[in-house]
C-alpha cells in the first residue's frame, strides 16, 4: 500500500527528483504546507532545455496551490538553479509554476 507522501507525490505531479519531506496542517486557519525538496543532482535549463548539474537553490517559496478538500494548499520549496555558461544562473523550469508567481499553474486555470 502506498503511503500519504507517495500519494500526494502522484497527485501533485510535480514531476522528476521531487519528494515530500514535511508538512504542516493548521486546523484554525485551515491550511495546510507541503514541504517539498528536489534530491536530484541536474535540472533542465529553461530557455535551451539543456540538462545541467544543480548549481544552487533558491530562497524558499510557499506557492499557493488547489486546495485539498476544505484546505488551502502551499507548495514549499527551494528552488534549484543551473548555471549555464552563456546565459548564466536560472532556476530549473518548474512543471508547476513560473518562476516569478506565487501561484501554480493548476490554481490559475481553476479561476
Excluded: Q
Excluded at 485551515?30 to 536530484?40: L, Q
Excluded at 555558461?85 to 536560472?90: D, N, Q, T, V
Amino acid at each position: 500500500m502506498k503511503s500519504i507522501a507517495e500519494i500526494l507525490i502522484e497527485i501533485l505531479d510535480l514531476g522528476e527528483g521531487w519528494i515530500i519531506m514535511d508538512k504542516k496542517i493548521d486546523k484554525k486557519i485551515k491550511e495546510i504546507d507541503i514541504f517539498i525538496e528536489f534530491i536530484s543532482s541536474t535540472g533542465y535549463f529553461p530557455r535551451n532545455k539543456e540538462l545541467l548539474n544543480v548549481y544552487d537553490y533558491s530562497r524558499s517559496r510557499r506557492i499557493r496551490h488547489l486546495d485539498l478538500f476544505e484546505y488551502k494548499c502551499y507548495l514549499n520549496a527551494r528552488i534549484p538553479r543551473v548555471k549555464d555558461g552563456k546565459l548564466g544562473i536560472r532556476n530549473i523550469a518548474l512543471k508547476w509554476a513560473d518562476e516569478r508567481v506565487s501561484f501554480s499553474y493548476l490554481l490559475l486555470a481553476s479561476d
